[in-house]
């Protein structure tokens, strides 16, 4: 799979930037995070959390052409790491959580979790939509805890389990709240708090930040990186903002527009935690930018070729 | 409380001009009857039991006919909405059977029941039945994918998934369709009352009608409304209205 050895790159790069590697790469910290960002080294032998096997997909237009939204993807998900997925807008990024989640079937390839294919969902992988559905019906509260009573656990753990899931994700005090109560970053942690609670091995979460104020997506990635960290379960993240994806991805995978496919693969070795701002992101960022942009183009060229017509 | 100020107001307004009218005697009192002898009659109604026995028949049978109706229109508003098939056949007959006035029924419902019970509540539940299932099936439709997705996704399925994420996201449009299989109901079974026997609310009304007792017909006329209203205003407006409410469909 490693088309490189991994002493290929030395260690003392400060910006740990190696394009189209998958390698067991170690996150280069300093010894000061340690403490809240401890060392993961993923032995060689590991099964991948989360394995994609020549995942692809097509469907019928509505003027009935086959388009082909995701040819042959392969990805390999360690455990316990945070993989981001970016691409630009219609390459089939969302889509392809949908197939992990297996809440839609894929035209042909396998989603192994453990080394086990995947047919339909399960609640050791959780998504986390863009559109969150929160059920409204259900008071804070209720939300974090449905999955638990769709697993048929007893109320005393329940209970339990709502109070130290919404504790970790602040809102203690607004479990009897109702969802139109809350404002936008509020709901994205009931959200967070509502897919932890199923003690998922592996979180999906599809553009989860990407209609929040830059302010609270700022606090939302100190959290979920925190929690993260805290609570150690695989997260495949996928966004459009290259920049987020760098601030909280071990792995950044780089998607192409129509059919997608994964053009390169990025491991970002910078030292936890990190911040948007910081130097070293957005230089990491902009490599990862200079290879999308063609995808952009693409994709902004199949949008204005469809005005034309019109 | 302002609101209602404005409508003690109104009415008081609106008696005035009545009371007026009927003083300036333009009309015979015996067409045109003055509000303190519709008040007459509706007392009378009461105190001899006749209005009480109309609201306690009337309301029975509006029961009876719209319970049926809700349980049927649910089993066929799902079915309708959860197969393409169905949809693409029965929904279309079931739009344009819709636009039959349900007093059309009464002929056929005579022929096929008599002059019977069974009569009125065919009417009845043929007024309703079709708005219930056509609101369930706009409701099931209308109601977000994303619920249903978000449901199975952490591990409801079945049973389960209908009775705590699908049946619970399609509430509001089902209690809309509840409200419009009332006031269908309502309307049809008045009408089914006036037609033929028995001494519901329709029967007062025709009674009125042929003893040429104006106050009697214009009492029973103000019962209907009262009474239609307080169901459709009251209960399934504060239903609808709190589930908004809840729902945040609503701006608070």
């Known amino acids: 799979m490693s088309t490189s050895p991994q002493n290929a790159y030395p260690s003392r790069v400060p910006v740990g930037l190696r394009t189209g590697v998958r390698a067991n790469v170690f996150h280069g910290k300093p010894a000061s995070s340690a403490a809240t960002f401890p060392e993961r080294p993923v032995a060689e032998a590991v099964v991948p959390k989360v394995a994609l096997d020549a995942i692809s997909l097509d469907y019928r237009t509505t003027s009935g052409e086959r388009l082909l939204a995701l040819d042959k993807i392969n990805l390999e998900v360690k455990p316990g790491e945070f993989l981001c997925i970016v691409g630009p807008s219609g390459c089939g990024k969302s889509t392809l959580l949908h197939l992990i989640a297996g809440l839609h079937p894929q035209t042909s390839g396998k989603v192994l979790v453990d080394g086990t294919p995947v047919n339909g969902p399960g609640t050791d992988r959780i998504l986390i939509f863009q559109e969150l559905g929160l059920f409204p019906w259900l008071t804070v509260g209720g939300n974090v805890e449905f999955g638990m009573k769709m697993k048929n656990i007893g109320k005393a753990e329940r209970e339990q389990k709502v109070q130290y899931y919404l504790r970790l994700v602040h809102l203690s005090k607004f479990r009897d709240s109702y969802i139109h109560q809350l404002s936008g970053g509020m709901r994205q942690r009931v959200a967070l708090a509502r897919a932890l609670a199923t003690e998922p091995d592996v979180l999906l979460m599809d553009e989860p930040f990407a209609a929040l104020d830059a302010q609270t997506r700022d606090l939302l990635h100190d959290e979920l990186e925190r929690i993260w960290a805290e609570t150690g379960r695989t997260i495949i993240f996928v966004t459009h903002n290259v920049r987020e994806a760098v601030r909280l991805g071990d792995r950044v995978a780089l998607l192409t527009f129509r059919p997608g496919r994964v053009k390169q693969d990025f491991s970002v070795n910078l030292p936890r935690p990190r911040h948007m701002e910081q130097p070293d992101v957005a230089r990491t960022s902009g490599d990862i930018l200079n290879c999308l942009r063609d995808e952009i183009n693409k994709s902004l060229e199949a949008e204005y070729a469809d005005e034309k017509v019109r | ?252």
């Open chain 2, 1 to 252: 409380m302002k609101k209602f100020a404005k409508q003690i107001i109104f009415y008081s307004a609106l008696i005035s001009v009545w009371a007026l009218l009927a003083k300036l005697r333009i009309w015979p009192p015996y067409l045109f009857p003055p509000p303190w002898g519709v008040g007459h009659a509706l007392w009378d109604g009461f105190a001899d039991h006749s209005f009480w026995i109309g609201i306690a028949v009337t309301m029975k049978r509006m029961l009876i006919g719209y319970s049926l109706s809700i349980v049927l229109g649910m089993i066929l508003g799902l079915a309708v909405s959860s197969n393409k098939f169905l949809e693409e056949t029965i929904g279309g007959l079931l739009v344009s059977l819709q636009s039959l006035p349900s007093i059309c029924w009464i002929p056929l419902a005579v022929l096929w029941f008599g002059l019977t019970e069974k009569a009125i509540l065919f009417v009845v539940l043929m007024g309703s039945l079709l708005s219930v299932t056509i609101a369930m099936e706009d409701g099931r439709k209308q109601m977000p994918k994303i619920y249903g997705m978000a449901g199975r996704n952490l591990g409801a399925s079945g049973f389960r998934l209908f009775w705590s994420v699908l049946l619970p996201a399609s509430l509001p449009f089902i209690v809309n369709g509840m409200k419009q299989g009332w006031a269908f109901a309502w309307r049809s079974l008045i009408q089914a009352e006036m037609i033929f026997l028995s001494l519901g609310l329709g029967q007062l009304l025709m009674m009125g009608r042929d003893l040429s007792d104006m106050s009697q017909v214009m009492a029973v006329m103000i019962l209907i409304i009262i009474l239609g209203y307080m169901v459709d205003g009251l209960i399934f407006r504060t239903m609808e209205r709190r589930l908004r409410e809840k729902y945040g469909l609503t701006p608070a």
